[in-house]
């Protein structure tokens, strides 16, 4: 009976932290859908919206490992509500003052918020859902969602209230840090206290750093023609076959549609199958799909070439990340904001230099570089090995229900 209670529980924690998953990365999202705004009122240059990119990316990424070795250190399951908070509250104060610092120094704080996320809820959604590659794909796609509806809410928010509004978009993140502060109060208070399930916390095997920096090499290779078919999807479509601007940008949506799928496939494959055998065949056929949407002829083949990408794309995702966990499994919380942050801003890095070759060679010539990319990702695959050491055995959680943190 108490096993059940607390299969139900882990459930509900997971659930709990999808949502709030959810809600953390549209503000990473809200970011870019709020530069046009920015650009239309205040006449900021290309630099100076970059400028602001950077400052929600680039500073996020390098400080989210930091936050992932403190998690290791201690328990902070607050970060989960704090960081969520610090993020919207950092969009929502953007556009309260026209001065460019002030806007600078805001989206700063909400890219801090997200690093404090993404270490101590992705080490709580291993704890919740037993450390399996399915929990984490459902965990992970709360996080493709999020980002997928920020451009659409920031859209609803400012063309009704204009940039001095911007403190609306801040609401969904308080209510939702406020909602999961009362669910951890409720569920400590019930008469049965979580387990952390086996290979989910409290490891004493050996960390391998030599396998888990192959994997971050993977990563890199992942966070690459992410960031540029997010760029180019719709350039592509719409340089090639003259079409609208908002026929490109349904290019767009059917790869982060692809994403979505491709998360969740991706974890029910790695349960099945295999880690391994699931992060191969991901990068494999993403690198096969980019070649579709390169030669394909009609503009039909393009959208579902690019769905197949997007798709592909994210199957190794959420086996990436358990990987990570097993590889290091007494720096849960590293592995996890490596794996979640500094490798993945490499992408955002070189996208100046694929926007240059696409200004002298045409897109084409970058989608084509895509498949390169891919096909070096495939041959790291082939060198990653199954995690070393003993598994991890069950104990009791000393925290009540910090299984739901």
Known sequence: MRRTHERVK???ALGLLTVTHGVNDMYQGAVPALLPFLVAERGYSYALATGIVVAATGLSSVVQPLFGVAVDRRRMSWLVAVGMIAAGVGVGLSGLVDDYAWTWLAIAVSGLGVAAYHPAAAKAARVAGGGSARSMGVFSVGGNVGGALAPLFVALVLNAAGTRGTWLLAVPAVVAGVGYLLARRVSD????????PASAEGATGR???????RLSALAVFWSIPYVVMGSFAALNVIGRFHVSTA????TLTVFTAGGVV???AGGWLAERRGRLSTIRLGYLTAALAVAGVVFSPGLAGVLCCTALFGTALFVPFAAQVTLAQDYLPNRVGTASGLTLGLTLSVGGLLSPAFGALADAWGVRTVLVCLVAVLAVAVLITLRLPEPSGPLPSPRSDPEPADAAA
Not at 190 to 195: E, K
Not at 207 to 213: E, K
Request: cysteine-free.
């Open 10 to 12: 882990n459930r509900r």
């Open 189 to 196: 208070s019930g008469p049965a206290t979580a387990t952390a």
């Open 207 to 213: 960390d391998d750093w030599r396998a888990f920096a």
């Open 247 to 250: 026929t490109g940008t349904a």
């Open 262 to 264: 491709g998360t969740l």
